[in-house]
């Protein structure tokens, strides 16, 4: 059996024996007759980034075979109010067979599909996020003859009553176990449920930020996904934080995603991991085992379009308040191996060449070990106010771009964007100087974005009419000088969090 069907936990691939990529309609029709299932659910993300769901009965064989061949009509002007008019509103959504899952929080059996948009005359909706992500996706196939995959590290706080017992010092939660974490078995139901509606889950664990405040213990979980298809890994994101915050509600916990909700203790990322394959083989090192050129390249195209990134990837203000010094959030456009401080991390990627389980295991025969699949970098400016597709977009367009300019232009920038060393030690004030920041604020970051709109709206990836509504959107918050205007005022910073608890 194939070993990515074999203990697969998603009901539908287990019951279809095949992988979804290949789901039909008439497997859906076979699924519905056989399991009498009588409801059925279309779910998007609207402009908020928040999914949106409508809901069928299956009130015949005929009408099932309809909404899935045809969709349904919804009200565009409501989901995108930025991208669409309210005089011109209709769109169409049109279920993707190979997102299908049984909702895991329904009462009676429910099939489940995530959707794509499209506009009165048939074709794709041009401004709707996940489709902008596939056409990142085509036009980086299409300019380098590569795929780029990727996959999210989530983070977020489960906030309940304090419990006195077997406290945990603040932010010294980083992997802690039960029952100094409290929260553990939350996380893994959570996985558990994920996985079953097709998030390809690598591990969870506790994070470093936990602390009380006004009798309510704040602990940070996270939830890290494996690397595929981009628009797979913006799918299983975006069904993941519903999946928490569904299950929270369910126990009577509060969950926040929200990138900082107090001054001083740990915010939440949303640190997006990429790899680059040709012909399903990972292009990320070379044969020595070395960061390869194709990633210095991509890295490259990452410094260069990174500040105008955040305005797909950090919404609001309070992602700002984030991205400030000696929180392991970055502030200065760099990348360097290992090194939370910087930008673009490049993790340890299994490089050794030795068998360490041989070692550890002396009763298992030793191995040679093919382990460059694991190597990626990592962008960790990204937290949950973004739109995860258009956040997605915007790498894929930075990986193109690192990798169609001149490669010596590339490599040069890689070279000089390269840090060894902690920026923020007082010794390297010097070197952190002579690095190009990230915006402070959302007005800044909307600057970015116009100034290097050619770029995302290049080879048609982003559309005029999107950007424009990204600027707009980020203007209007007008938090020029943020972190000057909140300083010494703790009500105005609680206004800004308790404003955008629940983004995303």
């Known amino acids: 059996m194939d070993k990515h069907l074999e203990l697969n936990q998603n009901p539908l691939v287990n019951y279809f024996k095949k992988h979804p990529e290949e789901f039909t309609k008439a497997d859906f029709i076979d699924y519905v007759r056989q399991h009498e299932v009588r409801l059925v659910n279309f779910m998007y993300p609207g402009e908020?980034?928040?999914?949106?769901?409508?809901?069928f009965v299956v009130n015949n064989l005929e009408y099932l075979e309809t909404i899935l061949s045809e969709g349904e009509r919804v009200d565009g002007s409501s989901l995108f109010p930025s991208f669409v008019e309210a005089g011109n509103s209709d769109l169409y959504v049109v279920p993707r067979f190979r997102s299908a899952f049984l909702d895991p929080f329904a009462a009676e059996p429910t099939l489940c599909f995530l959707c794509s948009f499209y506009s009165k005359d048939?074709?794709?909706?041009?401004?709707?996020?996940?489709?902008?992500?596939v056409r990142a996706a085509a036009s980086f196939r299409e300019a380098t003859g590569m795929e780029f995959e990727a996959m999210g590290e989530l983070e977020y706080y489960v906030i309940a009553p304090e419990q006195p017992l077997f406290p945990?010092?603040?932010?010294?939660?980083?992997h802690e176990s039960a029952p100094f974490a409290k929260f553990g078995a939350f996380r893994q139901e959570c996985m558990k449920r994920i996985a079953q509606i097709g998030g390809l889950i690598k591990y969870g664990h506790s994070e470093v930020g936990n602390f009380s405040s006004q009798g309510r213990i704040f602990e940070q979980n996270e939830i890290e996904f494996l690397p595929c298809a981009v628009e797979s890994a913006a799918d299983q994101l975006l069904l993941a934080k519903w999946v928490i915050r569904n299950l929270a509600y369910e126990q009577g916990l509060d969950i926040t995603f929200a990138p900082k909700i107090v001054v001083g203790e740990a915010g939440s990322g949303l640190h997006i991991h990429m790899r680059i394959t040709k012909d399903g083989h990972s292009l990320m090192l070379d044969n020595d085992l070395k960061l390869s050129t194709v990633a210095r390249r991509a890295i490259a195209g990452m410094m260069k379009l990174a500040p105008a990134i955040t305005a797909f990837g950090n919404k609001n203000p309070t992602s700002y308040l984030r991205l400030v010094p000696h929180q392991e959030a970055p502030t200065n456009v760099c990348w360097g191996d290992s090194n939370r401080s910087a930008l673009v991390r490049v993790p340890l990627g299994w490089t050794s060449r030795k068998d360490m389980c041989a070692e550890v295991n002396p009763q298992e025969k030793p191995e040679p070990k093919h382990t460059v699949d694991k190597q990626t970098f990592e962008m960790r400016s990204p937290d949950c106010s973004a739109d995860i597709y258009q956040l997605m977009a915007g790498l894929c367009v930075a990986a193109r771009e690192g990798l169609t300019m001149p490669e010596a232009e590339a490599l040069q920038i890689a070279a000089d964007k390269y840090v060894a060393i902690?920026?923020?030690?007082?010794?390297?004030?010097q070197q952190l100087a002579a690095l190009e920041t990230l915006p402070t604020c959302c007005v800044e970051s909307a600057q970015r974005l116009e100034a290097d709109r050619a770029v995302f709206e290049a080879e048609g990836v982003f559309r005029p009419r999107m950007i424009d509504g990204i600027v707009n959107a980020l203007r209007k918050y007008d938090d020029t000088q943020l972190h000057k205007q909140l300083e010494g005022h703790p009500d105005k910073v609680q206004q800004l969090v308790n404003e955008f608890f629940y983004c995303g």
Request: hydrophobic content about 25%; overall charge negative; proline content about 9%.
């Open 168 to 174: 945990t010092p603040d932010q010294r939660g980083y």
């Open 48 to 55: 908020d980034g928040k999914l949106k769901t409508l809901n």
């Open 422 to 429: 902690n920026i923020h030690a007082s010794e390297n004030a």
């Open 122 to 133: 048939g074709s794709p909706f041009d401004a709707s996020p996940s489709e902008t992500l």
